[in-house]
């Protein structure tokens, strides 16, 4: 065993002591109260990188969150690697449905309960652990790194694409390592070589000039949750195909090669059913389950609101109703495009009865990693020596926008070498992380830094 391999298996309690200490820090990007907390996260991680003997190690502040930066770059003969990561988190709420508070780590079996364990401070730190292994234990980082950490990931990177164009010669690299993907089930180590798209998109329909009592006027004037959700009816069709003209003009048709890739992958869908307590899956006519959550693009409504939510029964008829809907998407859709055919869309269907207002929120490019690439091959080694099982590939259907503009801006391919697993409940309430994998990703990241040399093409 390499020596830093050795200080992975030795040093299992204080990696996991400090992880704690990030978890512990209420990093929530979505929440501008909380500007302290990510200040206090980004500082924490800087000292990591700080404790490493880089090259360099510097925090860039950005119009909204910092993006913490190291580098260390001794080789001429290496390829040189970016590793990618975000420190900020989604919102723990509803807190309520916690069994132990969200931003106070606990341990239970064999699990870290946290906010942000998996998604993706647990994640992004296997590699911060896996850098200090070679400089802790003596030996050299075996091939040049680069690490940017950034804070504004689940608010749709809005500073990320500005600072890459900005810092191209920095950044330039061979390729983009990033743990923030899930794989394909437990103990099953997976390769992501597709993630989708996203756009996203706030609409409101406007009735009458106020709250009305819904006897005196209901029936002679119209309702707008009535036409909002009419509206929203009007979107797929009783096969689940999205109704908005153009919509699927660019999407990239599944190869049988894709489908058949799909179908041998080992998906159970009866344990997936009990898993979240369904009767029956839903989705697009004539696509499988693993096709409809990773492959094919979606329309869905995040939540919906107006008129009276309160106790009881209040008789009325609202003035105003919103949703928010977004939709994922793959490769070639253009998320400008959509966001532009769902505007279009959505004015054409409102009857003449309503004012209707479409706003549009974040969005990104969906991906696709080039199985060829020789990055791939020692990302795949690297897990089967630590996992000592085969690794499979796979498209996931989130969305981490950033690596279709690695590709568009530094020309790279990225490898999403994911340690979470589907039901760690990322976004949700009682997120955790494995610590058998936090361990097990420290190994194999630090294994894959060792490989890669050996894979150059
Ligand atoms: N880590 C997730 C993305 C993810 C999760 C990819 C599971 C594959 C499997 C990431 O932090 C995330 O949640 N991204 C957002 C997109 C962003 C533009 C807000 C998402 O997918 O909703
Ligand atoms: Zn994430």
């Not at 820090?25 to 003997?53: C, R």
């Not at 199985?371 to 099982?389: I, Q, S, W």
């Not at 996931?396 to 990225?414: M, Q, T, W």
């Not at 992380?433 to 093409?457: C, M, N, W």
Request: proline share 6%; hydrophobic share 35%.
């Amino acid at each position: 065993m390499s020596k830093s391999q050795a200080y992975i298996d030795a040093n299992q309690q204080k990696f996991l002591d400090e992880l704690f200490e990030l978890l512990r820090i209420p990093s929530v990007s979505t929440d501008s109260t909380k500007k302290g907390e990510i200040q206090k996260a980004a500082n924490f991680l800087l000292n990591q990188l700080e404790s490493l003997n880089l090259n360099r190690v510097e925090l860039f502040e950005t119009p909204g969150n910092p993006i913490v930066y190291g580098e260390h770059c001794p080789h001429n003969d290496k390829p040189t690697v970016l590793i990618y990561g975000h420190y900020d988190v989604q919102p723990s709420d509803p807190d309520d449905l916690w069994d132990t508070p969200a931003f106070e780590p606990t341990v239970k079996d064999g699990n870290i309960y946290a906010r942000g364990a998996s998604d993706d401070k647990g994640q992004a730190y296997t590699h911060v652990k896996a850098l200090e292994s070679f400089v802790k234990s003596g030996e050299d980082i075996p091939v040049n790194v680069k690490i940017i950490l950034e804070g504004e990931e689940e608010i749709g990177s809005p500073n990320l694409v500005p600072f890459i164009n900005q810092h191209k010669d920095m950044l330039t690299c061979d390729m983009v390592l990033i743990s923030d993907t899930a794989m394909f089930g437990k103990d099953q180590p997976s390769i992501t070589y597709g993630l989708r798209g996203l756009a996203y998109m706030e609409v409101e329909v406007v009735g009458p000039n106020r709250d009305l009592h819904s006897g005196v006027y209901g029936g002679a004037v119209e309702n707008p949750l009535n036409v909002l959700c009419e509206m929203i009816a009007k979107m797929k069709d009783e096969n689940g195909v999205i109704q908005i003209p153009g919509f699927y003009d660019k999407v990239i048709p599944l190869t049988k090669a894709d489908r058949e890739a799909s179908a041998a992958l080992p998906f159970d869908e009866e344990a997936y059913k009990k898993s979240l307590d369904i009767e029956a899956v839903h989705g697009e006519k004539g696509y499988t389950t693993l096709e409809r959550a990773s492959a094919r693009p979606t329309l869905d409504v995040n939540g919906i609101w107006g008129g009276y939510t309160g106790e009881g029964a209040k008789t009325v008829l609202p003035s105003k109703a919103n949703a928010k809907i977004s939709m994922r998407l793959v490769p070639d859709q253009d998320p400008k495009e959509i966001a532009k055919l769902f505007t279009e869309y959505f004015h054409s269907i409102a009857p003449d009865t309503v004012k209707v207002k479409v706003t549009e929120h974040h969005g990104g490019h969906a991906s696709i990693t080039n199985l060829d690439f020789y990055g791939l091959k020692a990302a795949a080694k690297a897990f089967e020596d630590v996992f000592e099982k085969e690794v499979l590939f796979s498209r996931e259907g989130g969305s981490i926008p950033i690596v279709a503009d690695f590709k568009k801006i530094l020309g790279v391919e990225s490898i999403l070498m994911g340690f979470g697993l589907t039901s760690d409940a990322i976004h949700s309430p009682n997120e955790k992380f494995s610590i058998q994998d936090f361990h097990r990703g420290i190994k194999t990241s630090a294994r894959f830094f060792e490989l890669l040399p050996e894979y150059v093409d």
